[in-house]
DNA sequence: TTGGATTATTGAACACTGTTCAATTAAATT
DNA sequence: AATTTAATTGAACAGTGTTCAATAATCCAA
C-alpha cells in the first residue's frame, strides 16, 4: 500500500497548503474578507478545489480554530509548576489575557465569532473548549478544597472567572472600550485583571 | 414651508419603513442574513431607494443599535430608587443580564459583532456606551466613596465590573457555555452572577 | 507498454451579496 | 402648462460561497 500512502501524503500537504494560505489570508485581512478565491488563488489551484478537502469555508477556519486551542493549551502547561492553586487560578487568567492580546484574530475565532452550527455535533458539543475549561474547573475546585471561595460552587465560580476574563479582552478586542478615560488608566485589560485579582485574594 | 414639512415626514416616514422592516427581518434571521433586497422587498420599494435614506447597510443596523441603547438605558430608571450604592451596583447588573437575555439580537448588534469602522467618528467614539458606562461609572464612584472596594480605582473596576457581565452573557449568546455541566447548573448566567456578587460583597 | 478504472482538478455556472447610477417617474414651483 | 426639483427605479458591477459536468492526471492489472 505505497502507492496510497504517498496519495495520503499528496493530499495532506494539499490540506495543509490550504490551511496555511488560509492562516496568512485570515491574520492579513480577517474571516470575512478571506474569501475562497483568495486562498485558492495563493496556492495556485482552482475554488473547487478547496471543497475537496474542506466542506465548506467554516471547516477551514474550524480547523484553524482548533490550532488556536493547542496553542493555548500549550501555554497552560507551565501553570503545573504553580503550587497554590489560587495562585495558579490568577496565573491562568494572565495566560489567558497574553494570549488573547497577542493573537486577537485567533481568539476572535475561538470564543467571539457565531460557532458554523453545522461544525458542532450535538453529542460531542465544542471539545476544545471542554479542555480548557476543564482546566479551569479542576484548578477552582482545589482552591475551594483548600479553603478559599467559601459559599461558592465550583460551576458558577468557574464560568464566573472565565467570563471576567473573557470579557475584558473581548470588550478590548470589539473596540467597546474606548469608553475608557485614558488618562486616568493606560492599560486597561491589564490594570482591570489586577481589579479582579484583589476580589480574589480577599475571598 | 407646509410643503416641506410634508415633504420631511414623508421621509421620516419611509427611513422609519425601513428600519421596521430591518428589524423585523433582523430579529427573525440576524444581520448576516438580511439582505437590502430583502429590506427593500418587504417595504416594496427598489433596492436603490435605501441609499436614499442611509448610507449602506451598517448605518441601517447602527440605527436599530442606538434603539437599543435608549431601551438599555430606559431600564436603568429605576435604579435611581436604590439609595445603597451598592446595591445599586448590583440591580444594574441584574438589568443589564436580563436585557442582554432577553434581546440577545440587538445585544448582539451593540456589544459583540465588530462595530463598522466609518460610523465611529474618532472624535466623538461611541456615544451610547459612554451614557452606559458613564452610570456604572459614577456608581462604583459612589461605592468607592462610602468606603466599599479599598484599594481599587474607579476605570479599571468599573471596567471589571462590566467585563464580568458582559462575558457571561456574551459567552452564552455564543453558546460558549455548553462546557458547563448542566446537572450541577441549570441557570449558569444566573447563578455565575450570584457568584460574582458574593466577591462584590467582600470587598 | 497499453488500456481501463480511479482520482484530482478545473472553470464555468448558479444564485446570491452590497452598492452605484443613468434613466425614468412623480411632485412642487413658477 | 411648462419647468424645475426630488424620488424612485432597475439594470449593471464586482464580488461572494458553492456545485458539478468535463477534463487531466494518476494508478494498476493484463
Redesign the pocket.
Given at each position: 500500500?505505497g502507492?496510497?500512502e504517498?496519495?495520503d501524503r499528496?493530499?495532506l500537504e494539499?490540506k495543509t497548503q490550504i490551511l496555511n494560505a488560509a492562516r496568512k489570508l485570515f491574520l492579513e485581512q480577517g474571516f470575512d474578507?478571506?474569501?475562497?478565491?483568495?486562498i485558492?488563488d495563493l496556492i495556485?489551484?482552482?475554488?473547487?478545489?478547496?471543497?475537496?478537502h474542506f466542506?465548506?469555508?467554516?471547516a477551514i477556519f474550524y480547523a484553524l480554530h482548533s490550532e488556536g486551542f493547542r496553542e493555548l493549551g500549550r501555554r497552560m502547561i507551565v501553570l503545573s509548576a504553580v503550587g497554590d492553586p489560587l495562585e495558579r487560578l490568577k496565573a491562568m487568567g494572565k495566560i489567558y489575557i497574553h494570549y488573547a492580546l497577542e493573537n486577537s484574530d485567533m481568539y476572535d475565532l475561538m470564543f467571539i465569532k457565531e460557532e458554523p452550527v453545522d461544525s458542532v455535533d450535538d453529542d460531542k458539543p465544542w471539545e476544545e473548549g471542554n479542555d480548557v475549561f476543564g482546566g479551569l474547573r479542576m484548578t477552582v475546585q482545589e482552591c475551594i478544597d483548600k479553603g478559599y471561595f467559601e459559599g461558592h460552587q465550583v460551576e458558577p465560580l468557574s464560568y464566573m472567572v472565565w467570563s471576567a476574563v473573557h470579557g475584558m479582552v473581548s470588550l478590548h478586542i470589539r473596540k467597546r472600550c474606548d469608553v475608557i478615560d485614558h488618562a486616568a488608566c493606560t492599560d486597561i485589560v491589564g490594570e482591570s485583571y489586577e481589579s479582579f485579582i484583589k476580589l480574589l485574594d480577599k475571598s
Open positions: 500500500m502507492i496510497s504517498r496519495k499528496g493530499k494539499l474578507k478571506t474569501s475562497m478565491r483568495n485558492a495556485e489551484y482552482s475554488p473547487g478545489t478547496i471543497y475537496h466542506a465548506d469555508k467554516n
